[in-house]
């Protein structure tokens, strides 16, 4: 049996673009996010923060809010998963145990409110890699480092 439950969580996105968040010195930025099976899309390992320059691997750069969100908006299908592995358990059960099903319980997860993405940052294509585009705020301009390699460039 596959203990395992998934869930598809979409977030938002700015013109393509997706929020993302630095583990190393938490400031954020975004990169574009290409459609499956996009022949641009470069296969990596690893991104590079655009501000600071430190790698770390792809799963790493949620922002607390994406994290938040995705938990939560895992909440219902997690609660039904509950019920229905509950109600499994004792089917076909005969004798002296009898089960019934409530179908009014619930762990009442919340429901999260959508995220809003705002345009709020400055596009800019890395001379070294101009298929992965990235925005940075508007001060943070002037030493980028490419997403893909983490070499430096002025924008």
């Not at 320059?53 to 922002?63: C, E, F, L, R, V």
């Not at 145990?97 to 596009?123: C, G, I, Q």
């Amino acid at each position: 049996m596959d203990d395992r439950i998934e869930v598809l969580v979409a977030l938002p996105l700015d013109d393509g673009f997706l929020r993302r968040q630095c583990p190393a010195c938490n400031q954020q930025f975004k990169w574009f996010v290409h459609g499956e099976g996009d022949p641009d899309a470069e296969q990596v390992d690893q991104y590079f923060c655009p501000l600071c320059g430190t790698g770390a691997s792809i799963d790493d750069w949620n922002t607390p809010a994406q994290t938040e969100y995705v938990l939560n908006a895992a909440g219902p299908t997690i609660d039904q998963y509950l019920q229905d592995s509950v109600a499994g358990a004792f089917k076909g059960i005969k004798g002296a145990l009898e089960f019934k099903s409530n179908p009014s319980f619930s762990l009442d997860l919340p429901t999260p409110e959508p995220l809003n993405e705002p345009n709020d940052m400055v596009a800019i294509i890395p001379p070294c890699h101009p298929n992965e585009p990235i925005k940075v705020p508007g001060n943070r301009t002037s030493r980028i480092h490419c997403l893909i390699c983490g070499q430096p460039f002025a924008a």
